[in-house]
């Protein structure tokens, strides 16, 4: 099983990113994907998260309106596009696949918000 982040990087306050999340060795498509975040030191928490179909979809309410969560079944790729971003919004992200009793996590994307 593996979960690989890619997109992280340094952007400006207000610009965008988009994360993605390649999957493999596991039915993608039947599993919950999220994306969590930890900040230094802080707790790891939740972003958004979207279920198998991608029929619905759930948010942290410091990101409701600015990011969005999408998936491609196909690819067995998660994304997370971040707009309007803040320094706030600075963390190490991190892709989590969940299907009871099974949680996967990926080893995280950096992403950076300053000027």
């Known amino acids: 099983v593996q979960l690989v982040e890619s997109g992280g990087g340094l952007v400006q306050p207000g610009g965008f990113l988009t994360l993605s999340c390649v999957a493999s060795?596991?039915?993608?498509?039947?599993?919950?994907m999220s994306w969590f975040r930890q900040a230094p030191g802080k707790e790891r928490e939740l972003v958004a998260a979207?279920?198998?179909?991608?029929?619905?979809?759930n948010y942290a309410d410091s990101v409701k309106g600015r990011f969005t969560i999408s998936r491609d079944n196909a690819k067995n790729t998660v994304y997370l596009r971040m707009n309007s971003l803040k320094p706030e919004d600075t963390a190490v992200y991190y892709c989590?696949?969940?299907?009871?009793?099974?949680?996967?996590w990926g080893q995280g994307t950096q992403v950076t918000v300053s000027s």
């Open positions: 060795g596991f039915t993608f498509s039947s599993y919950t």
């Open positions: 979207i279920t198998g179909a991608g029929g619905s979809t």
């Open positions: 989590k696949a969940r299907r009871v009793p099974y949680i996967y």
